[in-house]
């Protein structure tokens, strides 16, 4: 394990990625990359002249050292803190490839006004980086604890990156030392040809899982009438379980769209989920 990347903005949702992060740094036994990117454009570049934003990023950067030092003292981590100019989604991305970062553990929103709502939404830049990084992004949306004794997520569908998704979920299993509840969600409860399916494919899963010496149980869920995708009732169950910390998914991005889209189930679990989530690039689309 090379290095975890935190995109730190001093917002509440940055200091709980950085608690995060720190604690997935301690069972890697790797450093930790505390970015802060300063914005090329906006209104700030607009209303202060070179002089007082020279003072400005000289006193964020003060308190970056600062904030990374504390923490380091505190945990034992190494955190080295970095300050950059440019776009900040590019940039998070850049940083991670030239850190050869393993991780980005980044929060769902930043300290752009524009991003917030009264439902739950991602941040834009969040929604970047998470389309355009080639490690896998794990997303905080609330003050949940950092995974220790807390199981795996698994959701899993009937695609054919279902094994790439089931090797990380292992992988982070073990770092951590807890087990993985794998769970399907199917609306077609009459048909048993696609019943059949889901219940193989789980099997199999839960096979591979043991046989890598992690503890699995396994669920397939009947999604209510009306639902327009099983991302509800898989999320329902992970909070009716209480014991979930982590939560695996792919971004199901299309080769030709890759640093446009991400699939609306990753989305959805994304912009919801109050249990961090963890989202892997299919192999075969990373650009």
């Known amino acids: ?32 990359t505390l970015l802060y990117v300063n914005e090329v454009q906006g209104f700030m570049s607009s209303i202060l002249n070179h002089e007082q934003d020279e003072d400005l990023l000289e006193r964020i950067s003060d308190l970056l050292d600062t904030t990374a030092a504390k923490i380091s003292l505190k ?44 439902k739950p939404m991602v941040g834009r830049n969040t929604s970047r980086v998470i389309r355009m990084s080639k490690c896998p992004v794990i997303t905080i949306g609330s003050n949940m604890l950092p ?25 982070m299993a073990g ?18 040809e696609i019943m059949a399916r889901l219940q193989l494919q789980i099997d199999q899963v ?12 396994v669920r397939i869920l009947e999604t209510p009438a009306g639902e327009k995708t099983t991302v509800p009732s898989i999320l329902e169950y992970a909070a009716e379980e209480g014991d979930i910390g982590l939560i695996v998914i792919m971004t199901q991005q299309e080769s030709a769209l890759v640093e446009f889209f991400v699939g609306s189930h990753a989305q959805e679990f994304i912009r919801t989920s109050q249990i961090p989530v963890m989202s892997v690039v299919p192999e075969e689309t990373e650009s």
């Open 175 to 192: 770092i951590f030392g807890v087990g993985i509840k794998a769970v399907s969600a199917y609306w077609s409860v009459n048909n048993p």
């Open 75 to 118: 945990t034992g981590v190494n955190i080295e803190a970095r300050m950059q100019h440019g776009r900040v989604y590019k940039t998070i991305v850049e940083v991670a490839e030239v850190t050869k970062a393993t991780f980005i553990v980044i929060g769902t929103r930043g300290n752009d006004p524009s991003d917030h709502n009264e």
């Open 206 to 217: 839960k096979d591979t899982i043991e046989a890598a010496g992690v503890r699995c149980s």
């Open 1 to 32: 394990m090379n290095n975890i990347l935190v995109p730190y903005d001093f917002n509440p949702q940055a200091a709980l990625a950085l608690e995060w992060s720190v604690q997935l740094a301690l069972h890697l036994k790797c450093p930790i």
């Open 147 to 171: 995974i220790v004794s807390r199981n795996i997520l698994l959701p899993l569908d009937l695609t054919k990156i279902t094994r790439q998704k089931t090797d990380w979920a292992i992988r």
